[in-house]
Protein backbone atom coordinates (compact mmCIF):
# COMPACT_ATOMS: atom_id res chain seq x y z
CA UNK A 1 0.00 0.00 0.00
CA UNK A 2 1.18 3.38 -0.73
CA UNK A 3 1.05 6.40 1.48
CA UNK A 4 1.01 10.02 -0.13
CA UNK A 5 2.14 13.21 2.02
CA UNK A 6 0.02 15.67 1.93
CA UNK A 7 1.11 20.05 2.39
CA UNK A 8 -0.73 19.55 5.56
CA UNK A 9 1.87 16.73 6.69
CA UNK A 10 -1.10 14.39 6.91
CA UNK A 11 -0.40 10.51 4.70
CA UNK A 12 -3.52 9.82 3.13
CA UNK A 13 -3.87 6.01 1.00
CA UNK A 14 -6.21 3.68 -0.69
CA UNK A 15 -7.00 0.44 0.80
CA UNK A 16 -9.42 -1.83 -0.55
CA UNK A 17 -10.72 0.59 -1.98
CA UNK A 18 -11.24 3.54 0.52
CA UNK A 19 -9.41 6.67 0.99
CA UNK A 20 -7.95 6.66 4.67
CA UNK A 21 -5.85 9.03 6.62
CA UNK A 22 -2.91 6.88 7.52
CA UNK A 23 -3.02 8.02 11.21
CA UNK A 24 -6.41 6.44 11.74
CA UNK A 25 -5.92 3.30 9.45
CA UNK A 26 -3.47 2.56 12.10
CA UNK A 27 -5.01 3.65 14.67
CA UNK A 28 -8.30 0.63 13.76
CA UNK A 29 -5.78 -2.12 12.74
CA UNK A 30 -4.22 -2.11 16.39
CA UNK A 31 -7.59 -1.45 18.37
CA UNK A 32 -10.94 -1.87 16.24
CA UNK A 33 -13.01 1.06 14.96
CA UNK A 34 -12.71 4.32 15.99
CA UNK A 35 -16.24 5.27 18.42
CA UNK A 36 -18.15 8.01 16.47
CA UNK A 37 -17.66 11.30 18.14
CA UNK A 38 -14.13 10.63 18.75
CA UNK A 39 -10.54 11.36 16.66
CA UNK A 40 -7.28 10.15 16.34
CA UNK A 41 -4.94 13.07 17.76
CA UNK A 42 -0.81 13.28 17.19
CA UNK A 43 0.25 13.65 20.91
CA UNK A 44 2.99 15.33 19.77
CA UNK A 45 0.79 17.38 17.54
CA UNK A 46 2.82 16.07 14.37
CA UNK A 47 0.36 14.88 11.34
CA UNK A 48 3.11 12.81 9.53
CA UNK A 49 4.49 10.99 13.18
CA UNK A 50 2.08 7.98 12.97
CA UNK A 51 3.81 5.94 15.77
CA UNK A 52 1.29 4.40 17.50
CA UNK A 53 3.02 5.19 20.93
CA UNK A 54 2.35 9.21 19.14
CA UNK A 55 -1.56 8.59 18.68
CA UNK A 56 -4.58 8.40 20.91
CA UNK A 57 -7.97 8.57 20.45
CA UNK A 58 -9.99 11.30 22.05
CA UNK A 59 -13.13 12.95 22.16
CA UNK A 60 -13.38 15.31 19.25
CA UNK A 61 -14.08 18.15 21.86
CA UNK A 62 -11.18 17.46 23.50
CA UNK A 63 -9.39 17.80 20.51
CA UNK A 64 -9.95 20.94 20.12
CA UNK A 65 -9.93 21.96 23.39
CA UNK A 66 -5.95 20.91 23.84
CA UNK A 67 -5.25 23.40 20.48
CA UNK A 68 -2.19 23.13 18.19
CA UNK A 69 1.12 24.08 18.39
CA UNK A 70 0.40 27.55 16.49
CA UNK A 71 -2.58 28.37 19.31
CA UNK A 72 0.15 27.66 21.69
CA UNK A 73 2.43 29.89 20.11
CA UNK A 74 0.07 33.07 21.03
CA UNK A 75 0.04 32.22 24.43
CA UNK A 76 2.39 34.44 26.43
CA UNK A 77 4.20 30.93 27.43
CA UNK A 78 4.35 29.18 24.81
CA UNK A 79 2.81 26.26 25.73
CA UNK A 80 -1.05 25.09 26.12
CA UNK A 81 -2.58 25.36 29.51
CA UNK A 82 0.33 27.27 30.77
CA UNK A 83 0.11 30.50 32.22
CA UNK A 84 2.57 33.21 32.92
CA UNK A 85 1.34 34.92 36.48
CA UNK A 86 2.86 38.38 35.81
CA UNK A 87 3.14 39.35 39.58
CA UNK A 88 5.66 36.64 40.72
CA UNK A 89 7.42 35.66 37.17
CA UNK A 90 6.12 32.20 37.69
CA UNK A 91 4.21 29.99 35.25
CA UNK A 92 1.05 28.25 36.21
CA UNK A 93 -0.16 24.58 35.12
CA UNK A 94 -3.60 23.87 34.78
CA UNK A 95 -6.51 22.47 32.81
CA UNK A 96 -9.67 21.09 32.91
CA UNK A 97 -11.15 17.61 33.10
CA UNK A 98 -14.46 16.68 32.70
CA UNK A 99 -15.58 20.48 33.97
CA UNK A 100 -12.87 20.53 37.10
CA UNK A 101 -9.77 22.71 36.78
CA UNK A 102 -6.48 20.62 37.66
CA UNK A 103 -4.03 22.66 38.87
CA UNK A 104 -0.46 21.79 38.99
CA UNK A 105 1.03 24.32 40.33
CA UNK A 106 3.43 27.11 40.02
CA UNK A 107 7.04 26.71 38.44
CA UNK A 108 10.38 28.56 37.26
CA UNK A 109 10.22 28.60 33.52
CA UNK A 110 7.39 27.30 31.13
CA UNK A 111 9.07 24.62 30.11
CA UNK A 112 9.07 22.66 34.09
CA UNK A 113 5.35 23.68 33.95
CA UNK A 114 4.53 22.54 30.53
CA UNK A 115 6.14 18.94 31.31
CA UNK A 116 4.04 19.13 34.72
CA UNK A 117 1.00 19.29 33.23
CA UNK A 118 1.74 16.56 30.36
CA UNK A 119 2.68 14.51 33.24
CA UNK A 120 -0.41 15.47 35.38
CA UNK A 121 -2.67 14.83 32.26
CA UNK A 122 -0.82 11.62 31.72
CA UNK A 123 -1.58 10.61 35.27
CA UNK A 124 -5.45 11.47 35.17
CA UNK A 125 -5.92 9.55 31.92
CA UNK A 126 -6.69 12.72 30.44
CA UNK A 127 -5.56 13.12 26.44
CA UNK A 128 -2.31 15.13 26.09
CA UNK A 129 -0.48 17.15 23.72
CA UNK A 130 3.13 17.71 24.00
CA UNK A 131 3.88 20.93 21.99
CA UNK A 132 7.14 22.09 22.65
Known amino acids: MKWTR ?7 GDVDGVRWCRHRWMWVQ ?3 PIPEGYTVDH ?5 GDDRMENLQCIPHADN ?3 GTASLAAHNASGFN ?3 LDKQTGQ ?3 QFVLRGVTINCGRHATAELANAVVFARRKELN ?3 RRVA
Open 30 to 32: EHG
Open 43 to 47: ENDTP
Open 6 to 12: RPDGYYH
Open 91 to 93: YRG
Open 126 to 128: APT
Open 81 to 83: CVY
Open 64 to 66: VRL
